[in-house]
């Protein structure tokens, strides 16, 4: 259902150029939801590990100005690549990471456009104090790549990553209709995106409640984790999706009047969230860049704040009630809840088991792919859209030794054991301990889908 590109090690080594010591960087763009994953991940690819250093971008680059995490969405990293990147050995390697949303990443990749990421220089552990601007070299996504309008083609290939778990999360209101919500139906999401709001007596039943709502908060439509919301309710992509801003200062929902851009909800501004470069998140229809953007306006704990969102894992995560209880605000879809522990998952701080989705009870998820240029018959080439890459440096995930061999190896398809500094082997590595695992390994899922949103059926693997 996913396009893998399967080639041989000597395919992928004939006609491999001699390696010249010099610099070598990585472009990451896409989900905002698996941001996490990829900048834990990138932290292992270099032989100091999580001491690797690294150097953010600003509010005005995608990023932040203060608070720097795995969640920030603008940032670079740089130093010596471990002993299993084989290929790309003698160099020195940088990653730079800016976080746009999955069908913004795959465009961007697939059409080389120049985007600003940071540069690795600056403060280690804080803002970097330049910029490069670049084509990006991966494009992570939530949805595979034939949902959207750029299906990968040509010397572009799609690679399957994980399992992106999804959640249907209410605002932190402590009174009004959302205290009403402990479930969130197939039908009453299906009703309520071309609206963009759900009558509260969707809930209760009572016909006095018609004409009160319970809103949605809606990301752009290069969004992934839209993408899966949307497709789950057997929605194309570019069908009508009703988006209604919160005006996080002056408390009040309202329909877009412009397409400009803020922080938080300020009408009649369409958008909430970073405008990107040359506002390259403008151009995407109204509604939130980020998951993260919509996480920080649920928690605005006021009686007009009566909503919904279809968020990540990882983004509800932040949405916590008074005392500061992960995932406080998480209701089960259609009377089911992403974990065992089902309500536990409120104030949880340890493993997450996952098993409603690998079994296929739990339909919130999606397949995270990444879409990156190959030309297997060309491996001297450098990369498009990166004149420091080589082909056969970047390689696939079934190319040993190549920044993608190790970075997207795969159990799943090698049958082998993990391998560190993949990003499978971080989502083991998470399973224990605190916050837990905000994603799931392919060789862990039973059930599959066909198509994005679709179906779910055995087997997996």
């Not at 893998?4 to 390696?19: C, E, H, N, R, V």
């Not at 309008?149 to 992106?164: C, F, K, L, R, T």
């Not at 992509?237 to 009040?252: A, L, R």
């Not at 919509?294 to 916590?320: F, P, R």
């Amino acid at each position: 259902m996913k396009k893998t590109l399967l080639i041989t090690l000597a395919l992928g080594l004939a006609g491999a150029p001699s390696l010249v010591a010099g610099n070598i960087d990585v472009y990451i763009t896409g989900s905002t939801a698996f941001r996490a994953n990829v900048y834990t991940a990138c932290q292992k690819l270099f032989t100091t590990g999580t001491g690797t250093p690294v150097y953010y971008g600003d509010a005005n680059h995608g990023g932040a100005d203060s608070g720097f995490s795995s969640k920030t969405a603008a940032w670079a990293m740089t130093g010596t690549p471990i002993i299993a990147l084989t290929n790309i050995q003698g160099n020195t390697l940088t990653v730079h990471g800016l976080f746009t949303g999955s069908v913004q990443g795959m465009q961007t990749v697939e059409q080389q456009t120049k985007l600003t990421f940071p540069a690795a220089a600056g403060v280690n552990g804080g803002l970097c104090s330049s910029y490069v601007t670049n084509a990006p070299t991966i494009g992570f996504s939530d949805a595979s790549s034939v949902s959207t309008p750029y299906p990968a083609s040509g010397i572009y290939v799609e690679e399957q990553v994980a399992v992106q778990p999804f959640v249907m999360c209410k605002s932190t209101a402590t009174t009004g209709p959302v205290t009403n919500i402990n479930n969130v139906s197939w039908e009453q999401l299906e009703y309520g995106i071309p609206q963009g709001r759900i009558p509260l007596s969707a809930w209760t039943g009572k016909i006095g409640d018609t004409n009160t709502f319970v809103y949605i908060y809606e990301r752009t439509s290069d969004s992934g984790t839209r993408r899966c919301e949307t497709a789950q309710e057997y929605y194309q992509f570019g069908d009508t999706v009703g988006v209604y801003i919160y005006d996080y200062t002056n408390n009040f929902w309202y329909t877009p009047g412009n397409s400009l851009s803020s922080v938080f909800g300020s009408s009649p501004n369409g958008i909430v969230g970073a405008p990107g470069l040359n506002n390259a998140n403008l151009g995407w229809g109204d509604g939130y860049v980020g998951g993260g953007d919509i996480a920080n306006s649920l928690l605005n704990n006021n009686v007009a704040n009566q909503a919904i969102a279809y968020l990540s894992i990882a983004d509800s995560k932040g949405v916590t009630n008074s005392a500061g209880q992960n995932w406080a605000y998480v209701v089960p879809f259609d009377g089911f809840w992403p974990t065992a522990a089902g309500a536990g998952i409120h104030g949880n701080t340890g493993t997450n088991d996952y098993s409603p989705i690998t079994l296929g009870y739990y339909p919130c998820w999606g397949v995270e792919v990444l879409v990156h240029p190959y030309d297997p018959s060309h491996p001297g080439n450098t990369v498009a859209g990166n004149t420091t890459l080589t082909y056969q440096q970047l390689g696939t995930q079934t190319l040993p030794g190549s920044f993608m061999g190790v970075f997207n190896y795969q159990t799943f398809i090698s049958h082998g054991s993990l391998l560190a500094g993949s990003i499978e082997n971080e989502i083991e590595l998470s399973k224990t301990g605190s916050p837990g695992a905000t994603a799931i390994r392919l060789s862990d899922m039973v059930d599959s889908r066909a198509q994005v949103g679709g179906t779910i059926s055995p087997p997996f693997n």
